[in-house]
């Protein structure tokens, strides 16, 4: 946890003195999330597709939010869809992921400069924290982060808890340099699949902005997490990312799940529920929703649009979905 430090002056008689005080920030306040599960188009016709959304929504103690009616749930047209219209046709809610069992998760850290800015107060940190608390007995966790132009692997897979935690802290206080996200993904994926024997292998991406190196595309990454047979899930920060198409793809197309936190305090929520996904124990939602075009859509294209959930009359979450038309 960062620290604050506050200058208190203190005047005597005779002298003044100046008293350096450190004071912890307040404890972190968790926002709610929602990830996505999975996007798909089910039919389509001239100018009309029909669209399929798994979701997955907690609370600010990450837990599922299983109250929410089709009335929770929107599309506001925006640009630059003004000339769409989004209309819900069919809704399940209480649905559970099919059970995967012990898990082996590596997490990939984005460590770059802008870090400072998007996550102030490291709440990526106190996350990932939350997320070891609720490791299960034969779960093991490894941890790796990227900056300038690689990535470095902190302890491998079946590490140390403690060990893992005091790394963590390290990481509160080193961001800098750039995003080499596609490069660090591929090698990782392909390390990853050499540290353990343990089938359900997931890879845990997390970052707050676009690939800065290249050197793989998003297309070798998916086609070498599907031949090694891990989950790649991504999770994205801040407003300003503009590369939740490729986030939502990889973790689409590798069996992964996709995460969104407009606000940073949404990683702890997200992250404190991240071990029922992993496990494959966790309910979602599906609802279906129709999109009509102006025109038809006569080349394969993909499209961002958010879902709003109204949780109460003042919260509402954003939810970016990835659809692919035609």
């Not at 935690?165 to 390390?191: C, K, V």
């Not at 047979?229 to 996709?258: M, P, R, W």
Request: overall charge negative; hydrophobic content about 35%; proline content about 5%.
């Amino acid at each position: 946890m960062r620290k604050l430090l506050f200058i208190i002056i203190t005047t005597f008689v005779t002298f003044g003195c100046t008293r350096i005080v450190e004071i912890e920030i307040p404890p972190y306040k968790a926002e709610p999330s929602g990830s996505v599960l999975t996007s798909r188009v089910v039919s389509s016709n001239p100018g009309s597709y029909i669209v399929e959304v798994d979701l997955h929504i907690v609370d600010d103690r990450a837990q599922y939010i299983r109250n929410l009616t089709s009335d929770n749930f929107s599309i506001p047209s925006s640009y630059p869809f003004e000339n769409y219209t989004f209309s819900l046709n069919d809704f399940k809610r209480g649905l559970s992921t099919d059970y995967k069992g012990t898990y082996a998760a590596m997490f990939l850290m984005d460590q770059s400069g802008s870090i400072l800015s998007t996550d102030p107060y490291d709440s990526r940190v106190e996350a990932a924290n939350i997320f070891l608390n609720n490791l299960g007995p034969s779960d093991v966790v490894g941890l790796s982060s990227f900056t300038n132009s690689y990535f470095t692997v902190h302890h491998k897979i079946g590490s140390e808890i403690s060990q893992i935690r005091s790394t963590l802290n390290i990481l509160a206080n080193s961001e800098g340099g750039g995003t080499p996200l596609y490069i660090s993904t591929f090698d990782l994926t392909e390390l990853l699949s050499t540290m353990t024997t343990i089938e359900n292998k997931a890879l845990i991406v997390f970052t707050d902005g676009g690939d800065t190196n290249g050197g793989k595309t998003p297309d070798q990454i998916i086609q070498l997490a599907k031949e090694k047979n891990i989950q790649i899930y991504t999770v994205g920060l801040g407003g300003g990312l503009n590369n939740l198409d490729v986030l939502s793809k990889i973790a689409y197309e590798t069996g992964g799940y996709f995460m969104w936190a407009e606000d940073a305090n949404q990683l702890i929520s997200y992250f404190g529920t991240l071990g029922n996904l992993l496990q494959g124990n966790a309910n979602f939602y599906r609802i279906r929703f129709e999109i009509k075009t102006p025109s038809p859509i006569t080349s394969k294209t993909n499209f961002i649009f958010n879902i709003e959930v109204a949780l109460s009359p003042v919260k509402t979450i954003k939810i970016p979905i990835l659809v692919t038309l035609p």
